[in-house]
């Protein structure tokens, strides 16, 4: 069983992300982040698998925004729930272009706290996603109890 997520608009609200800004994309604050993700090259794309806060400072992106733009378009398809970029980044002022393309496509892009570093904002993720993970069930104890019943293999297959 996997981790069910945590909206972005909760992370936001923690005591870390105090002072960030939604630069675009308001109306997709209710997506889901189910980890986090620095991506400093493009093919770091390659690994993401959705549900990812990608962290960037934007290096191969600044002075490109056509590169910018493709760089949202291709996190929207994989799935990703919003990219977060510090202030003092390579990429500077986020162009209106893309934030228009982001907003098009209801996806957050963040503009972090001046205080903050990708390893605060990392932490701070993924404890609000320990908090939030489901409990595991304890599949041994369950087949040994099916088992001590006398239920059988039919039980097995359909428990849970």
Do not use: C
Request: net charge negative; glycine share 12%; charged share 15%.
């Amino acid at each position: 069983m996997g981790m069910q997520g945590v909206s972005l608009l909760k992370i936001l609200s923690s005591t870390e992300m105090l002072g960030a800004a939604v630069v675009a994309g308001w109306d997709g604050l209710g997506r889901l982040v189910t980890s986090v993700a620095v991506v400093e090259a493009p093919v770091a794309m390659e690994w993401l698998q959705g549900g990812e806060l990608v962290l960037t400072t934007g290096y191969y992106l600044h002075n490109d925004q056509v590169a910018f733009t493709g760089f949202i378009k291709n996190l929207v398809e994989i799935g990703a729930a919003g990219v977060a970029i510090p202030p003092r980044s390579f990429i500077g002022t986020i162009p209106a272009g893309v934030i228009g393309k982001a907003d098009e496509l209801m996806f957050p892009v963040i503009s972090l706290p001046a205080n903050s570093t990708f390893w605060k904002v990392a932490q701070t993720l993924i404890m609000e996603l320990a908090v939030n993970e489901p409990p595991r069930l304890d599949l041994e104890r369950d087949i040994l109890g099916i088992l001590e019943d006398g239920l059988g293999i039919p039980a097995l297959l359909f428990a849970g």
